[in-house]
């Protein structure tokens, strides 16, 4: 793909957000996309045959900057258990930023999940690869231990998809207080069922 191809797409595709947030998805046309990137609707159907597909690439581009914070964590110079917590509770609150940044699309977002999913698969597959890099590096440096780092970081990547819903709504609570017992309650969860005791290595 060319830079020139590249970047037009990503223009239409920012246009396409852009007007997803503020008009919400059903209210947006093709011919709305066209006008407000200034191309032609011939150029905007040479990239996607329909709405659905320019839907599903805005998504995917949003996943795309997630995915970058996400890298960003696991990248850092921590202790796996800090580490681990840290890229839990940024994930959660990138996912929130992302939702709530784009206006409208936040109702398509709940009501039309299976949508979302379908465009998420790349991502999802990702970021459990991330989380099995970091309880391996636990593994490693002796603070976590686990039998299968594959299927665990499975189980953590499904059970953070289970509560984005409610997190994003702060059903879970938005206060300082309960933030600070939500990350000690998902501590205790997590880590006291992964973290080595040393008393009984001794």
């Known amino acids: 793909m060319s830079i020139t191809v590249s970047k037009t797409r990503e223009t239409l595709v920012d246009v396409a957000r852009q007007l997803f947030a503020r008009m919400g998805v059903d209210n ?4 709305d996309i066209a006008q407000a990137s200034n191309k032609g609707r011939r150029t905007l159907y040479t990239y996607f045959k329909s709405k659905d597909d320019i839907f599903a690439a805005v998504i995917e581009s949003e996943l795309d900057k997630l995915l970058e914070v996400l890298q960003d964590i696991a990248s ?3 202790p796996a258990d800090e580490k681990l917590i840290t890229f839990i509770y940024k994930r959660l609150d ?7 940044r784009n206006g409208t699309l936040r109702a398509r977002f709940f009501r039309d999940i299976w949508r979302v999913e379908k465009a998420r698969k ?4 990702k970021e459990t690869e991330i989380i099995k890099n970091i309880l391996d590096y636990g593994v490693s440096e ?3 231990s ?3 780092t594959d299927f665990t970081a499975l189980i953590i990547h499904h059970a953070l998809k289970g509560i984005e819903v409610p997190y994003i709504r702060g059903f879970l609570g938005d206060s300082d207080e309960e933030r600070k017992l939500q990350k000690k309650n998902v501590m205790n969860l997590i880590l006291n069922g992964i973290k080595i005791d040393k008393t009984k290595c001794t």
């Open 28 to 31: 947006t046309t093709m011919n």
């Open 142 to 144: 002796g603070i976590f």
């Open 94 to 100: 990138a996912v929130k930023l992302v939702v709530f």
């Open 122 to 125: 790349k991502f999802d597959n």
């Open 76 to 78: 850092k110079d921590l």
């Open 146 to 148: 686990v039998p299968n």
